[in-house]
């Protein structure tokens, strides 16, 4: 199996189960979706204290992160309501769900493993929900925003908030309780999206881009895309199944080599600039292979009048042949063509991918 030839130390005749719980084959490794840029669970996605677009409340901590002991390993969130949507705060998988009436400390409650760009495992945890109220099941993946449940009082808890943690882990089988808990609220706030003030038509792409992990934080939408930045963003955006890919930029080009992403002839600088015949060769393999990312960003109607204002083509990554410009391709143009890749045609889920 290439995840257990990829995973050092793995012992081939036990399967590996993550988080001690949901077992990790090849098949979930290339649907587990990388992880990014992170947003809050409740209220807007980018500021706590602020109104969300839905009408809630703001939301407001109620108590904080205890660094020493265990007494409190997570943030407290409340808005003085039940039942306001308690959604994931980042691209992961879940690893368990309890939607039974449970008196445990953390009472309904569900946890997402989440593999990050820099690097590492996180566990997301969302406890006090509401009994009955979970929308996901065990290994299905989800999408930073979307509904895991409602904001309840279930387990250990005198008034309806949301108990929020974040775990880091480096052996991918301990149990998530066992996992170093660290202060939620910092660990957020500094992975916010970095291109919510940008203005230009690529604000979403980006945006979408940095919470599945594609770019780094930060990056330029208007940078020339070097061979190596499109190459790592080849990697996240294809159903490889790796559990952790080379990080150093010839092994995994060897690694797509190997997957059938890029052609055996690749052997380019990886600093030069990608062209887009690059592009154009890249895309095919990756369209036929399947990626793990979300849909894009805009309506369909809206994201062909994206493609069409830059591209001169509504479905680029579906007329490659016709796919062209005359200055050098840029990281937003790359972030636009894969979004694109999932926009105009996304793959129908596999049965384990479905919510119910």
């Known amino acids: 199996m290439a995840l257990l030839a990829a995973t050092p130390g793995w012992v081939a005749c036990e399967p590996l189960r993550l988080a001690g719980l949901l077992p990790l084959d090849d098949s979930l490794a290339a649907r587990w979706p990388w992880s990014g840029a992170w947003i809050w669970p409740v209220g807007a996605a980018g500021d706590l204290a602020r109104p969300s677009p839905a009408g809630e409340p703001a939301w ?13 390993r ?5 808005n003085g309501r039940a039942r306001d949507a308690v959604r994931a705060a980042a691209h992961g998988v879940v690893v368990t769900v309890n939607d039974l009436p449970d008196g445990s400390g953390f009472g309904s ?18 406890s006090h929900l509401r009994t009955g109220s979970a929308r996901v099941r065990e290994g299905q993946c989800v999408w930073a925003g979307e509904p895991l449940g409602e ?16 775990r880091l882990a480096h052996d991918p089988a301990l149990r998530w309780e066992r996992a170093p808990a660290v202060d939620p609220l910092a660990y957020v706030e500094g992975r916010l999206p970095a291109h919510r003030a940008d203005t230009s038509w690529a604000a979403p792409y980006l945006d979408w881009a940095d919470r599945a992990g594609l770019i780094e934080p930060g990056a330029r939408g208007d940078d ?4 190596e930045t499109w190459q790592q963003m080849l990697s996240r955006a294809a159903r490889l199944p790796l559990m952790d890919p080379p990080r ?36 095919a393999p990756l369209a036929a292979l399947g990626t793990r990312l979300p849909t894009g960003p805009l309506e369909t109607t809206l994201h062909r009048s994206a493609c069409r204002c830059r591209f001169d083509l509504e479905q680029p990554a579906h007329d490659l042949g016709a796919l062209h410009r005359r200055a050098p391709p ?22 384990e991918d479905r919510p119910r």
Not at 224 to 227: E, F, G, I, K, V
């Open 330 to 351: 840029t990281v937003a143009d790359a972030c636009l063509l894969l979004a694109d890749l999932t926009t105009c045609a996304p793959p129908a889920p596999a049965p």
């Open 74 to 78: 997570g943030a407290d969130f409340g």
């Open 151 to 166: 904001v309840g009082r279930s387990g250990r808890a005198t008034t309806d908030h949301l108990h929020f943690e974040v």
């Open 109 to 126: 409650h569900v946890v997402l493993a989440h593999r990050l760009r820099e690097g590492g495992l996180a566990y997301s945890v969302y």
């Open 224 to 227: 020339a895309l070097a061979r």
């Open 60 to 72: 407001r901590l109620l108590r904080g992160f205890s660094a020493t002991g265990d007494t409190h």
């Open 248 to 283: 150093d930029a010839p092994s995994l080009r060897e690694t797509l080599i190997e997957h059938g992403v890029l052609p055996e002839r690749e052997h380019a600088p990886l600093r030069r600039t990608t062209t887009w015949r690059d592009l154009r060769r890249d895309l």
